[in-house]
T-cell receptor, first 117, second 113 residues
Framework: DGGITQSPKYLFRKEGQNVTLSCEQN?????MYWYRQDPGQGLRLIYY???????QKGDIAEGYSVSREKKESFPLTVTSAQKNPTAFYLC????????????????FGAGTRLSVL | QKEVEQDPGPLSVPEGAIVSLNCTYS??????FMWYRQYSRKGPELLMY????GNKEDGRFTAQVDKSSKYISLFIRDSQPSDSATYLC?????????????FGAGTRLAVHP
């Protein structure tokens, strides 16, 4: 089945620790995204990548880092610089980012819930 | 002012009711409008996608766009307990060479038997 797989489902971070959230897709999509979801705030874009070896900051990139070494994979690292990391993290992908219309529809993974110990 | 405003609810209705979920937006440059459904502790899934003003129907769901009022709606007929979820409206904006999705905060719906 084609889709987006996020792991782990739940993650706990200790003070001063970096943690990495995994996102893999087998939809052959060029574009991938990371969002953060907090109660009552909707989805906020952290980073996006239009193509392998390229990524751009979104609206709330501070304290996060990403890499895009393979088309299928877009891991997100929550660094110790992110002082309020507790949230639900969602990865998404789409055929492109500049394409208009249905070709830019984003499909989401099941999410990772990150909490601080 | 947020670019997309959505009442967070919660909205509680009896089974079989007609549900109306609404969003307003501020930028007339927004072109495409989407509704996503998100079950608790799951990722959002695309429910409806519309472009022009007017209605689009898919089974029990109808998406309505009024570009003159900058108002989008999702109607659910004969609501079922399985419709209990958070509904997110979204639109897109071409910004910096990138087609950005902008989401509303989501409305939590509970349909009780």
């Amino acid at each position: 089945d084609g889709g987006i797989t996020q792991s782990p489902k739940y993650l706990f971070r200790k003070e001063g620790q970096n943690v990495t959230l995994s996102c893999e897709q087998n939809l052959n999509h060029d574009a991938m995204y990371w969002y953060r979801q907090d109660p009552g705030q909707g989805l906020r874009l952290i980073y996006y990548s239009q193509i392998v070896n390229d990524f751009q900051k979104g609206d709330i990139a501070e304290g996060y880092s990403v890499s895009r070494e393979k088309k299928e994979s877009f891991p997100l690292t929550v660094t110790s610089a992110q002082k309020n990391p507790t949230a639900f993290y969602l990865c998404a992908s789409s055929r492109g980012t500049v394409l208009a219309g249905r070709r830019n529809i984003q499909y989401f993974g099941a999410g990772t819930r990150l909490s601080v110990l | 002012q947020k670019e997309v405003e959505q009442d967070p609810g919660p909205l509680s209705v009896p089974e079989g009711a007609i549900v109306s979920l609404n969003c307003t937006y501020s930028n007339s440059a927004f072109q495409y409008f989407m509704w996503y459904r998100q079950y608790s502790r799951k990722g959002p899934e695309l429910l409806m996608y519309t472009y022009s003003s007017g209605n689009k129907e898919d089974g029990r769901f109808t998406a309505q766009v009024d570009k003159s009022s900058k108002y989008i709606s999702l109607f659910i007929r004969d609501s079922q307990p399985s419709d209990s979820a958070t509904y997110l409206c979204a639109t897109n904006l071409l910004s910096g060479g990138y087609n950005k999705l902008i989401f509303g905060a989501g409305t939590r719906l509970a349909v009780h038997p």
